[in-house]
């Protein structure tokens, strides 16, 4: 079924407005996949907060121009998939990733990706799916933050430890001390 001028603006304004705010894209081609498989994708999609949608490509190159996502211009040949990543980096990626791990998804073949404005070439589909979630990346920037105060507490808390420890021993030399002392006979 073939778009009118108005369905197409809208089509290439939706794709546009969602590209502007995206950390990142993924392009697939998604030839040979069932319509089965297609919405089980959607589904995955929507639950991970990614945005998912099958462009035209003269569309998808009008959408993306301006955007971060112009790079994948060139990448946009054949029947595509684009998968915008709304809350994190790497959604889009791991959506992929995951849905190509089941063996009757073997069809969908990543054909490029982009973050901040860089696109790069399939094979970086692990790396890119391999980012924190957000977050994950809280947790780690708290732990990193948190190390240098906890070790500071461990060495102050060393030092009353050092100073007991020291004063025992002293205790030990002394009762030894005294206990040669009467043990040696008159």
């Known amino acids: 079924m073939s778009l009118n001028l108005a369905e197409k603006q809208a089509v290439v304004t939706e794709v546009a407005k969602v590209a502007a705010s995206a950390h990142s894209a993924v392009a697939a081609e998604y030839r040979g996949l069932s319509v089965t498989q297609i919405t089980h994708l959607r ?4 639950e991970t907060g990614v945005y998912l949608r099958v462009v035209k490509n003269t569309l ?3 959408a993306v121009q301006g955007t971060e996502f112009e790079c994948l211009q060139s990448s946009l040949v054949g029947p595509l998939i684009l998968a915008f990543s709304q809350q994190d980096p790497g959604a889009a990626a791991r959506l992929f ?3 190509l791990k089941e063996k009757a998804n073997d069809k969908l073949v990543v054909k490029a990706l ?3 404005g860089q696109a790069f070439p399939a094979s970086e589909l692990d790396r890119l799916a391999s ?3 957000r977050d994950e990346a809280i947790s780690l920037l708290m732990a990193t933050l948190r190390a240098p ?3 500071f507490a461990r060495t102050l808390n060393e030092i009353p430890g050092k100073l007991v420890r020291t004063f025992d021993a002293i205790r ?3 009762e030894e001390a005294a206990l040669s002392v009467s043990a040696q006979p008159d």
């Open 149 to 151: 105060l906890d070790k």
């Open 43 to 46: 589904v995955k999609a929507r």
């Open 172 to 174: 030990q030399q002394k």
């Open 131 to 133: 980012l924190p979630t």
């Open 114 to 116: 982009a973050v901040g």
């Open 60 to 62: 998808a190159r009008r």
């Open 97 to 99: 990733k995951e849905f």
